[in-house]
């Protein structure tokens, strides 16, 4: 997943492995500074190596994307 928010660009990948009663997280987290929003999300799949983009997402969310389905209803973490 490739994130860019102005002239500042971001990746990072999901990776799945385990072992013995562990799992790694399968969330990304990318930390945006003051952006409000973020100008590109870019995922390529693993499995068809398509790319799928989202552009103008706010910040401070989580999202779920899913592969040709694009981004689910977002949650907001809470704020303290």
Same mark, same amino acid.
């Given at each position: ?8 660009? %971001?990746?990072? =990948? ?5 072992? /013995? ?5 399968? !969330?990304?987290?990318? +930390?945006? &500074? ?14 068809? %190596?398509?790319? =799928? ?5 706010? /910040? ?5 994307? !899913?592969?040709?389905? +694009?981004? &689910? ?8």
């Amino acid at each position: 997943m490739r994130v860019v928010t102005g002239k500042h660009a %971001q990746m990072d =990948e999901v990776h799945s492995g385990s072992s /013995v009663m562990s799992q790694s997280d399968l !969330r990304l987290h990318f +930390g945006l &500074g003051k952006a409000q929003t973020v100008d590109l999300i870019e995922v390529k799949w693993p499995t068809t %190596q398509k790319v =799928e983009q989202f552009k103008q997402v706010k /910040v401070n969310q989580i999202l779920t994307i !899913r592969e040709g389905s +694009g981004i &689910g209803a977002p949650v907001n973490p809470k704020t303290k």
